[in-house]
């Protein structure tokens, strides 16, 4: 049995709507965030956590960040002005432990997740005769691997319980979270592009994967948005 739908778990940085699932069936939902950085550092955007749960209130999310308790406990005190209980997570998902101990947590205390969006990200620039071991270091570790973690903890959840005819016709979603620049060169920015072409790869590369497990796996790759990380261009 589905746990009844009675609370959802937020921070930082949210993304747009998610609405998945039929009828009133709760939706279980992981979103993982702008994962290293303070609010104010120039990393990192926020979007009005009203968005996650004006369709249903029954739906159920887990969304995490590291280093931003201020800025997450705001974003739960509007998720609870909705009537639903929230909680913020700290992770760094680049980190292997963090990532199985976050998912380990969703599971705990939702029973499952139904949707895994992956999108931590960051940049460290430079152009390539400057930068450093560190920087690239920094930015494929949060960027892609971040992304691998997030997505092979959510499979095996998603594997181990199968689908729920009721809440979807499929196991699970997987949301990659890229960039124009998975295609497109930057220049001065090599280590954030090449993340971003690693996203693409990892995200079709698992669609064919975990197809047959009916895991659908998809990315979205917007251009430059307006968030602290650019607000200077």
């Known amino acids: 049995m589905r746990p009844a739908p009675a609370r959802a778990v ?6 747009p709507p998610l609405q ?14 702008a994962v290293v950085e303070r609010p104010g550092s120039g990393q990192g955007g926020r979007v009005p956590a009203p968005h996650l749960v004006e369709q249903r209130r029954g739906d159920q999310v887990q969304a995490f960040g590291e280093q931003a308790t201020d800025a997450a406990e705001e974003v739960v005190r509007e998720i609870e002005g909705f009537g639903v209980r929230a909680y913020a997570h700290e992770a760094d998902v680049s980190q ?11 599971v705990q205390e939702f029973g499952t997740i139904d949707v895994m969006v992956a999108n931590a990200g960051l940049q460290r620039d430079a ?6 071991v560190a920087q690239w270091d920094k930015v494929l570790s949060v960027n892609l691997t971040g992304q691998f973690l997030c997505a092979r903890e959510a499979a095996k959840e998603f ?20 960039s124009v ?3 497109i060169p930057w220049s001065g920015h090599v280590n954030y592009a090449s993340s971003k072409g690693g996203v693409q790869m990892l995200m079709a590369t698992l669609a064919q994967e975990l197809a047959p497990h009916r895991i659908r796996v998809n990315a979205v790759a917007p251009g430059a948005i307006r968030t602290p990380i650019n607000r200077s261009a």
Do not use: F
Request: proline share 5%.
């Open 181 to 183: 620049h998975q295609i």
């Open 96 to 106: 292997e432990d963090q990532v199985v101990d976050m998912v380990a947590r969703m």
């Open 127 to 132: 152009p390539v005769t400057d930068m450093t």
């Open 159 to 178: 594997m181990r319980r199968g689908v729920v005819p009721e809440v979807s016709r499929s196991a699970g979603k997987i949301i990659c979270m890229s």
């Open 10 to 15: 937020a921070r930082l940085a949210l993304l």
């Open 20 to 33: 998945y699932g039929y009828g009133n069936a709760p939706v279980l939902a992981l979103v993982a965030q």
